[in-house]
């Protein structure tokens, strides 16, 4: 079964995320299988679980890991840790939850000093694979007002990130079409928008699509899958005759 271009476009914007507190192995494995037979953009992931997943075949999708997950106080110098773990272990992505409190109560030389901590360890984590190490700023925009959604932005690009994105999906509501088209209008070209937290079919892809978004975190990709009319199963044949392959 070849894969229409328009169907690999949608999937090459997707992050699968994988990230509830009580995940269990079978589903991390599914996790894995999907990352490994379609052409999605990254499989994502608690710093726990990275080692596992980079000791396995996930094909050209990349490897994410959230840092500081979910709600962002962790103090900087601790989340530099976690991303020089999570890059080491080989994970070339960090969702990094931005300190919401600090942001909130105006303690802006905090956030920066905050960013400047995050961008450093990740220049500094040396990744087994030498891949392209890709920095997602988590803003949870369903804490903020748009005033702050507004200094966020301003921070984030002159820490030079390299994606804003909305949420966690663990706050009170996550992504908006609204907060996707306001961030997108605030930040230059070579910055993306992630669109994540209540992404679960694939209409709601497209809209965000059409908002900005280049990024999708969501953790439906299966059924996404299915509504897209891709058969896993004759992907999973195609993928072991080509192995068969001298």
């Given at each position: 079964?070849?894969?229409?271009?328009?169907?690999?476009?949608i999937?090459?914007?997707?992050?699968?995320?994988?990230?509830?507190?009580?995940?269990?192995?079978?589903?991390?494995?599914?996790?894995?299988?999907?990352?490994?037979?379609?052409?999605?953009?990254?499989?994502?992931?608690?710093?726990?679980?990275?080692?596992?997943?980079?000791?396995?075949?996930?094909?050209?999708?990349?490897?994410?890991?959230?840092?500081?997950?979910?709600?962002?106080?962790?103090?900087?110098?601790?989340?530099?840790?976690?991303?020089?773990?999570?890059?080491?272990?080989?994970?070339?992505?960090?969702?990094?939850?931005?300190?919401?409190?600090?942001?909130?109560?105006?303690?802006?030389?905090?956030v920066?000093?905050?960013?400047?901590?995050?961008?450093?360890?990740v220049?500094?984590?040396?990744?087994?694979?030498?891949?392209?190490?890709?920095?997602?700023?988590?803003?949870?925009?369903?804490?903020?007002?748009?005033?702050?959604?507004?200094?966020?932005?301003?921070?984030?690009?002159?820490?030079?990130?390299?994606?804003?994105?909305?949420?966690?999906?663990?706050?009170?509501?996550?992504?908006?079409?609204?907060?996707?088209?306001?961030?997108?209008?605030?930040l230059?070209?070579?910055?993306?928008?992630?669109?994540?937290?209540?992404?679960?079919?694939?209409?709601?892809?497209?809209?965000?699509?059409?908002?900005?978004?280049?990024?999708?975190?969501?953790?439906?990709?299966?059924?996404i899958?299915?509504?897209?009319?891709?058969?896993?199963?004759?992907?999973k044949?195609?993928?072991?005759?080509?192995?068969?392959?001298?």
């Open positions: 079964m070849n894969l229409q271009n328009s169907e690999i476009e999937l090459k914007t997707i992050d699968h995320a994988v990230l509830k507190p009580n995940l269990n192995l079978q589903q991390l494995e599914e996790a894995i299988g999907l990352a490994y037979l379609l052409p999605i953009a990254s499989l994502c992931v608690h710093s726990f679980w990275v080692a596992h997943v980079a000791s396995q075949d996930i094909g050209k999708t990349a490897l994410s890991s959230v840092i500081g997950f979910p709600l962002g106080a962790t103090p900087a110098p601790i989340k530099a840790l976690e991303i020089s773990w999570a890059i080491r272990t080989g994970a070339s992505e960090m969702d990094v939850v931005i300190n919401i409190g600090a942001l909130k109560n105006g303690l802006l030389q905090d920066k000093r905050e960013l400047d901590i995050i961008t450093s360890a220049q500094l984590a040396e990744h087994p694979q030498k891949a392209k190490k890709v920095i997602k700023l988590i803003l949870e925009t369903c804490y903020l007002t748009q005033e702050e959604k507004k200094i966020a932005v301003e921070l984030a690009c002159n820490a030079n990130i390299d994606f804003v994105k909305t949420s966690t999906g663990f706050g009170d509501y996550g992504a908006t079409i609204e907060d996707v088209v306001y961030l997108r209008e605030l230059p070209d070579h910055i993306g928008v992630k669109a994540s937290g209540g992404i679960k079919t694939l209409e709601d892809v497209q809209e965000m699509i059409a908002a900005g978004a280049s990024r999708i975190g969501t953790s439906s990709t299966l059924r899958v299915k509504e897209l009319g891709i058969d896993l199963e004759s992907l044949e195609e993928r072991k005759l080509y192995e068969l392959l001298p």
